[in-house]
């Protein structure tokens, strides 16, 4: 019977490769076991986390007035400083972008969406409020036919009174060189409250509207006017009543 004997060089090749391999594989990173759970996202009350809606923290206003553009997520009714990044005993920010061209703002609310070219968005709050009551911003026209345009429009997107609005455009239009401050609204047929303060001169190039986004749970009494009528002119809004 023949007798196999183990080269002492073999065998200490073999112990070397395998030494290598063992050195090699232990370099390598471990990959998470199949199955696990992914590295956890923002938090989904942090809305401004994703770049889908704006911040409202200094960087967020920094970012809407470079880029010109906004998306508020509103469509829970209500917009909350969590959400933006923005502390609950902070104030209201207002973003301006006056004399460098308009911001394209857009509102996500509960049902369809409330969308505007301004150059100036504010927000109303108090430091003990956990969200905002009322986004402000302002529209503007440089003719009457623009002007009216934009009234109608808001007539047609947010539920806003027709027949008011036609009766306002009506005297405008009998008499217009004159003055007239008008409230409008609110429209609530994006599940938000959408008022049109006109704030009209004759005299002046630029015509304003002063739009006015709130959540509709709040009182009607936010939104009083005391209105009294002038010949020619239309309704003058002559103190809030608040």
């Known amino acids: 019977?023949?007798?196999?004997?183990?080269?002492?060089?073999a065998a200490a090749l073999a112990a070397a490769a395998l030494g290598s391999s063992l050195l090699v594989t232990g370099c390598q990173p471990a990959g998470p076991p199949s199955g696990s759970a992914s590295v956890p996202g923002p938090s989904q009350?942090?809305?401004?986390?994703?770049?889908?809606?704006?911040?409202?923290?200094?960087?967020?206003?920094?970012?809407?007035?470079?880029?010109?553009?906004?998306?508020?997520?509103?469509?829970?009714?209500?917009l909350l400083?969590?959400?933006?990044?923005?502390?609950?005993?902070?104030?209201?920010?207002?973003?301006?972008?006056?004399?460098?061209?308009?911001?394209a703002l857009t509102v996500a609310a509960p049902s369809g969406e409330i969308r505007g070219q301004t150059d100036r968005i504010r927000f109303l709050t108090t430091d003990?409020?956990?969200d905002f009551s009322q986004v402000t911003y302002?529209?503007?026209?440089?003719?009457?036919?623009e002007y009216f345009a934009l009234i109608r429009d808001g007539v047609?997107?947010?539920?806003?009174?027709?027949?008011?609005?036609?009766?306002w455009i009506a005297s405008i239009s009998g008499q217009p060189e004159g003055k007239s401050s008008f409230a409008l609204g609110p429209g609530t047929a994006t599940g938000l409250n959408v008022s049109y303060d006109l704030r009209y001169d004759g005299s002046k190039d630029v015509q304003v509207i002063i739009v006015q986004v709130s959540p509709v749970r709040q009182s009607r009494k936010h939104h009083r006017r005391s209105l009294h009528r002038r010949p020619g002119?239309?309704?003058?809004v002559l103190h809030d009543q608040r």
């Open 1 to 9: 019977m023949t007798h196999l004997r183990a080269r002492p060089w």
């Open 45 to 78: 009350g942090d809305t401004a986390a994703s770049s889908e809606y704006s911040a409202l923290d200094a960087a967020g206003v920094q970012q809407i007035e470079s880029s010109r553009r906004a998306r508020l997520d509103m469509r829970g009714g209500e």
């Open 81 to 103: 400083k969590s959400a933006v990044r923005v502390t609950d005993d902070a104030g209201g920010p207002e973003i301006s972008t006056h004399g460098a061209g308009k911001i």
């Open 128 to 130: 003990t409020q956990p």
């Open 138 to 145: 302002f529209l503007s026209a440089d003719t009457r036919d």
């Open 156 to 167: 047609q997107r947010y539920g806003i009174e027709s027949r008011a609005a036609e009766a």
């Open 233 to 236: 002119i239309g309704f003058q």
